[in-house]
């Protein structure tokens, strides 16, 4: 009897010891689990589409590459198609985001997407370096490219032909320029070219060339045009000064608390003072 007490006592120790044991474990392989699962949720993972507006490519390919910088598991991939091709496609669900270097229209609106104004731009007027008209009145830019100006000596520039060299059908910056200059519709344009880049190009090499581009674009190739006396800069568009001032979209299906992790994420980012400072060093103004 003694022995068998004795061998129970043992029994009930070993079991009360193992219980003990497994005790103890337990609650450490759920912290460890739990912490796992934070780390792995705070790491993003996967790929952001964007599409539209060839205007907003520096700011594009900045922002995209500082973002997966910040978030080496995250893919932005952005195609350059124009402003609405790239609206186009955000309404059919093939792209996450819409850039659009316009406001959005009323249809588009009302089809379910939401602007998402992240910078402001100024849309320059550019000529060929040789024009010798350096400042012109917004009326007779709407003639000019109505075609009821078409000689700068009617400016008091040297007698040229004035080429008028715009974007094509389907531009946002042609779009907002239009719209801006109250010329929709009615323009004589010598030719109509599918990017930024290439209409800058175009006006510097041609004599008598006179084109519209993004503010951040211009440089030392181009002559800058004053409208009504008021030069395009940061300043006089802050200051509501400048007329041909247009903004930035990046456009959801829905609004951004809609969107997916990745998507909220990447707009997150563009309000940080990272993104602030992505928008400032590619030219472009934040938003008020």
Same mark, same amino acid.
């Given at each position: ?10 029994? *009930? ?77 955000? $309404? $059919? ?5 819409? !850039? $659009? ?19 402001? !731009? ?10 010798? *008209?350096? !400042? ?5 830019? $709407? ?8 000689? %700068?000596? +009617? ?29 929709? !519709? ?74 997916? +992790?990745?998507?909220?994420? %990447? ?22």
């Amino acid at each position: 009897m003694k022995r068998r007490i004795i061998a129970l006592v043992a029994a *009930v120790s070993i079991m009360t010891f193992g219980l003990v044991g497994c005790g103890s474990k337990s609650p450490k392989s759920a912290d460890a689990a739990e912490q796992g699962k934070n780390v792995e949720s705070a790491e993003l993972n996967g790929t952001i589409k964007l599409a539209g507006s060839t205007s907003m490519e520096k700011l594009c390919e900045a922002m995209s590459e500082s973002f997966m910088e910040k978030n080496p598991g995250v893919t932005v991939t952005v195609e350059y198609t124009g402003s609405g091709a790239g609206l186009e496609s955000l $309404a $059919a669900g093939s792209v996450d985001i819409g !850039d $659009a270097s316009r406001s959005l229209k009323d249809e588009e609106k009302t089809s379910g997407l939401v602007e998402n104004i992240v910078a402001i !731009d100024g849309i320059a007027v550019i000529t060929n370096k040789s024009c010798s *008209v350096k !400042d012109v009145t917004s009326k007779d830019l $709407a003639k000019i490219y109505t075609g009821e100006i078409t000689d %700068w000596t +009617e400016l008091g520039g040297k007698e040229h032909p004035i080429i008028v060299i715009g974007r094509e059908a389907g531009s946002g910056t042609r779009d907002a320029f239009e719209e801006l200059l109250e010329v929709k !519709d009615r323009c004589a344009y010598a030719q109509e070219l599918d990017s930024t880049g290439a209409v800058l190009a175009k006006v510097a090499a041609t004599p008598g060339a006179i084109g519209y581009v993004s503010l951040d674009v211009v440089d030392d190739t181009v002559s800058g045009l004053k409208i009504d006396g008021v030069e395009a800069t940061e300043k006089e568009i802050l200051a509501g000064k400048y007329m041909l001032q247009r903004p930035f979209v990046m456009a959801t299906k829905g609004k951004i608390s809609g969107q997916n +992790e990745l998507v909220q994420a %990447w707009f997150n980012y563009i309000n940080s003072d990272d993104g602030k400072e992505v928008i400032k060093k590619a030219g472009l103004i934040i938003p008020q």
